[in-house]
C-alpha cells in the first residue's frame, strides 16, 4: 500500500497501525541484509508508538493527522531526536540529535511513525550511496548495479516495500536519481518551500541553498502531493492541464540517452497526443545548466565539506586520497575526498562568480514566463541503474563528461524547479525507467495531475520481489 490507502484503512480501523509496523519491521529484516538500505532502526520506540496509537482508537480518541500511525522511513541526512546523524562519517557515530529537523517534525505532528534513517553517501555528497561508516548499498532489481544517491538508501528501502513512504533530499539529482535506478516515485520542491534545518550537512551558500529540495519518495503521485502538502504548508493552486502546454525534451539534443529510454519517451508522448497537445523542445538554458551546476557547486571548493570530513584527521585531502587507493585504509571514502578535489578544480573566480549571479537572475525571469503554463518531460539519466562506481566515473572525471550526463537532473536544481520523478516502465534487462516532470513554482498541482495520468497508463510503482 501507499501511504494515502494505509492511512485511510487506518483511520477507519480496517488495519491496525501495529499490524502495519510488525509487517514492514519483518519485512526489512528480511531484505535489508542484502540491499544495505536501512542503518539505523527505531524498531522499539515504532512498535510502542503504534500500540499507543491502537490504543487510543479503541479509546475513541481521535487521531487526525493526515499520517497517523503510517510507518516511514528517513534518510540519514535529517535530525530525528534520540538517532545518529553521521553523513556516513566514522567520528560522528556517536552524535546523538537532541531534536527533529524541522521536516521530520511536521511529519510526526502528522502522526507518522519513524521506522529507522536510510543510508547516503559521505556527506550525500555523490550520486552513489556508499560510505566507511555503513558500507555500500545495493539496488534490489540487481545487486550488482547502484542504488544511485545521495538518497540511494531510501530508493532502495521503498523499491522492495520497506516503508510506506519517505523523506529525502536533492542538491544534484539526489532524490530523482534513486527514484530512478530503484523504479519509486519521487518529488523534489522548488527552491525555498521546504524547511532544510536539521538537515546535514546544512547548506548555507545562497546559490547551493536555492538548489536543494527536501521531498518525499515513494509508491504513488498521490502520496508525493500528500507529504509535499504536509512539510511545506503549501496549498498548490486548482489548474486544469488543458491550460498547459507538455513539452518533451527533442531527440536532437546532444546528450546521450538509452535507446530503452527514448522509446518510453515516445510512448508518453503518443500517449499525451490523445488527450492534450504536447511538442518536442530545448527548454531555455538547458545546454548551460550542467556547467552552472557543478561551478555553483565549486563555488567555496568545498571548503565546509573538507572541514567535516576531515576535522579528526590531519591528512590533506589528496593524502587520504591517495592512501585509500594504495591501501584502503584512509577514513573517508574516496568519492567523497575525490569529490572534493574535484571541486577545488573547477572552483570559480570572482569574476566568475558575479557572472554566474547575473545569469542566474536573468535565468529566474525568463523560465518565470516560460514555464507559466508549461509542463516539461524529461529523461532522469541517460541510462538505467549501472554497475556500482559507473555513475561516480561519469559525474566525477576530470575530463568534465558531467557536461554530458548531468543536464537532465542539473535543470530542476540549477533553477530551482519542483519536479517529479515517475516510474513508467523497464529496459531489456528488467531495470525501471522514470522520467522527470518539471515547471515553475506554483505549478505543482498540474505537475500532479500530470503525473497522475501517466501512472495509471504506465502503472508507475511496482514493488521489487526479487528478494522476496
Same mark, same amino acid.
Given at each position: ?38 542503518? @539505523? ?13 491502537? @490504543? ?8 487526525? +493527522? ?10 540519514? $541526512?535529517?535530525?530525528? $531526536? ?28 502528522? +502522526?507518522? #511513525? ?13 550520486? @552513489? ?41 536533492? #542538491? ?47 509508491? =504513488? ?6 507529504? !509535499? ?9 486548482? *489548474? ?48 548551460? &545548466? ?24 590531519? =591528512?590533506?585531502?589528496?593524502?587520504? !586520497? ?12 574516496? !568519492? ?21 549571479? @547575473? ?23 541517460? &541510462? ?10 561519469? #559525474? ?14 542539473? !535543470?530542476?536544481? *540549477? ?23 518539471? =515547471? ?29
Amino acid at each position: 500500500m501507499d501511504a494515502t490507502a494505509l492511512a485511510e484503512k487506518l483511520r477507519n480501523g480496517k488495519l491496525t497501525s501495529i499490524e502495519a509496523v510488525t509487517t514492514y519491521i519483518e519485512h526489512i529484516q528480511k531484505t535489508n541484509p542484502q540491499i544495505n538500505a536501512l542503518v @539505523e532502526d527505531r524498531f522499539e520506540e515504532a512498535t510502542a508508538e503504534a500500540l499507543q496509537f491502537d @490504543e487510543n482508537q479503541r479509546n475513541g480518541k481521535k487521531q487526525n +493527522g493526515k499520517l497517523a500511525g503510517v510507518p516511514i522511513s528517513v534518510k540519514e $541526512a535529517f535530525n530525528v $531526536a534520540n538517532m545518529k546523524t553521521t553523513g556516513g562519517l566514522e567520528h560522528r557515530q556517536d552524535l546523538i540529535a537532541r531534536d527533529h529537523a524541522e521536516v521530520i517534525q511536521k511529519l510526526r505532528d502528522e +502522526g507518522a #511513525i519513524i521506522l529507522g534513517k536510510t543510508n547516503t553517501p559521505a556527506l550525500s555528497y555523490c550520486q @552513489e550511496t556508499d560510505n566507511k561508516l555503513y558500507g555500500r548499498t545495493n539496488n534490489p532489481w540487481n545487486l550488482n548495479k547502484s542504488a544511485g544517491g545521495s538518497s540511494g538508501g531510501e530508493g532502495a528501502l521503498l523499491a522492495v516495500g520497506g516503508a510506506s513512504v519517505g523523506i529525502a533530499s536533492d #542538491i544534484g539529482g539526489s532524490i530523482r536519481i534513486p527514484s530512478h535506478f530503484n523504479g519509486v516515485v519521487g518529488f523534489k520542491p522548488g527552491m525555498y518551500k521546504v524547511s532544510s534545518v536539521g538537515h546535514y550537512p546544512e547548506i548555507t551558500q545562497p546559490l547551493q541553498e536555492r538548489m536543494l529540495g527536501i521531498g518525499p519518495m515513494g509508491k =504513488s503521485v498521490r502520496d508525493m502531493e500528500l507529504v !509535499y502538502r504536509i512539510i511545506s504548508d503549501s496549498s498548490p493552486k486548482t *489548474v486544469f492541464l488543458k491550460e498547459y502546454k507538455i513539452e518533451l525534451i527533442s531527440e536532437q539534443v546532444n546528450y546521450p540517452l538509452a535507446d530503452s529510454t527514448k522509446n518510453m519517451m515516445r510512448a508518453i508522448e503518443d500517449f499525451l497526443d490523445q488527450l492534450i497537445y504536447t511538442k518536442r523542445g530545448v527548454p531555455p538554458l538547458f545546454d548551460e &545548466t550542467a556547467l552552472l551546476w557543478q561551478e555553483i557547486m565549486s563555488i567555496d571548493g568545498s571548503a565546509k565539506i573538507e572541514q567535516e570530513a576531515f576535522s579528526h584527521d590531519r =591528512s590533506p585531502v589528496f593524502r587520504s !586520497y591517495m592512501r585509500e587507493r594504495i591501501t584502503k585504509n584512509s577514513k573517508v571514502h574516496p !568519492y567523497l575526498s575525490w569529490a572534493i578535489l574535484g571541486s577545488k578544480m573547477f572552483k570559480p573566480s570572482r569574476r566568475r562568480i558575479n557572472e554566474i549571479k @547575473e545569469t542566474i537572475n536573468r535565468g529566474d525571469e525568463w523560465l518565470d514566463d516560460y514555464l507559466s503554463n508549461r509542463l516539461l518531460i524529461l529523461p532522469v539519466y541517460h &541510462t538505467t541503474a549501472p554497475a556500482h562506481g559507473q555513475v561516480f566515473k561519469e #559525474i566525477f572525471s576530470i575530463r568534465k563528461t558531467f557536461l554530458q550526463f548531468m543536464p537532465y537532473v542539473a !535543470y530542476a536544481n *540549477v533553477w530551482g524547479l519542483p519536479a517529479l520523478t515517475l516510474p513508467v516502465g523497464r529496459d531489456e534487462n528488467g531495470m525501471p525507467i522514470s522520467i522527470q516532470i518539471i =515547471s515553475s513554482t506554483g505549478n505543482e498541482n498540474a505537475i500532479f495531475r500530470l503525473g497522475s495520468i501517466i501512472e495509471r497508463k504506465f502503472h508507475g510503482y511496482n514493488r521489487c520481489k526479487r528478494l522476496d
